[in-house]
T-cell receptor
Framework: GENVEQHPSTLSVQEGDSAVIKCTYS??????FPWYKQELGKGPQLIID?????GEKKDQRIAVTLNKTAKHFSLHITETQPEDSAVYFCAAGRTGTYKYIFGTGTRLKVLA | ETGVTQTPRHLVMGMTNKKSLKCEQH?????MYWYKQSAKKPLELMFVYNFKEQTENNSVPSRFSPECPNSSHLFLHLHTLQPEDSALYLC???????????FGNGTRLTVT
């Protein structure tokens, strides 16, 4: 069946360093790739998304890259801060459907 | 305040109880969702409603019964649950298919 693999499952970085989380999807018809951040006791919150007609998107310290050929997409966080500590989820969706396939999440710890 | 409000935040119920989870969205979206979040597993889509009509039922056991009286409110009725149903239940909304999900903060359900 369709799935999204996400790596790593946990990631610890020093404050100020960069963090990269990678996802691979199986459904070649996927064309929408959101990233969500989930803090303790809260629901996931959209932080950035990308559609398949774009290879890269950036929003301040956060960027997402997409390689359609390899079916990979990645989240890049630069100049990490303690408040970036959370669980991050990638997902893949496609036109006309309400169903998103989520990754299993990455627990990011930013060490002060 | 999140645009999607879920009540209660926590719920403990016995296997023979009947309870309901409530979700309300204030974003003017057309679609509403129930997701189940269990430790170390991807978010699992349970139900989707678009304009009050159910568009997805992801092979969910009949002990979970959704209700969508209008496009702003969504309920999940629970009956004769099993301990393995203990999880965080997340409600979400979106403008339409393949558009960003907005999640509530979830109901933490424990079945004893």
């Amino acid at each position: 069946g369709e799935n999204v693999e996400q790596h790593p499952s946990t990631l610890s970085v020093q404050e100020g360093d960069s963090a990269v989380i990678k996802c691979t999807y199986s459904d070649s018809a996927s064309n929408y790739f959101p990233w969500y951040k989930q803090e303790l006791g809260k629901g996931p919150q959209l932080i950035i998304d990308i559609r398949s007609n774009v290879g890269e998107k950036k929003d301040q310290r956060i960027a997402v890259t997409l390689n359609k050929t390899a079916k990979h997409f990645s989240l890049h966080i630069t100049e990490t801060q303690p408040e970036d500590s959370a669980v991050y989820f990638c997902a893949a969706g496609r036109t006309g459907t309400y169903k998103y396939i989520f990754g299993t999440g990455t627990r990011l710890k930013v060490l002060a | 305040e999140t645009g999607v409000t879920q009540t209660p935040r926590h719920l403990v119920m016995g296997m023979t109880n009947k309870k309901s989870l409530k979700c309300e969205q204030h974003l003017g979206h057309n679609a509403m969702y129930w997701y189940k979040q269990s430790a170390k597993k991807p978010l699992e889509l349970m139900f989707v409603y678009n304009f009050k009509e159910q568009t997805e039922n992801n092979s969910v056991p009949s002990r979970f019964s959704p209700e969508c009286p209008n496009s702003s409110h969504l309920f999940l009725h629970l009956h004769t649950l099993q301990p393995e149903d203990s999880a965080l239940y997340l409600c979400a909304s979106s403008q339409d298919a393949n558009s960003p999900l907005h999640f509530g903060n979830g109901t933490r359900l424990t079945v004893t």
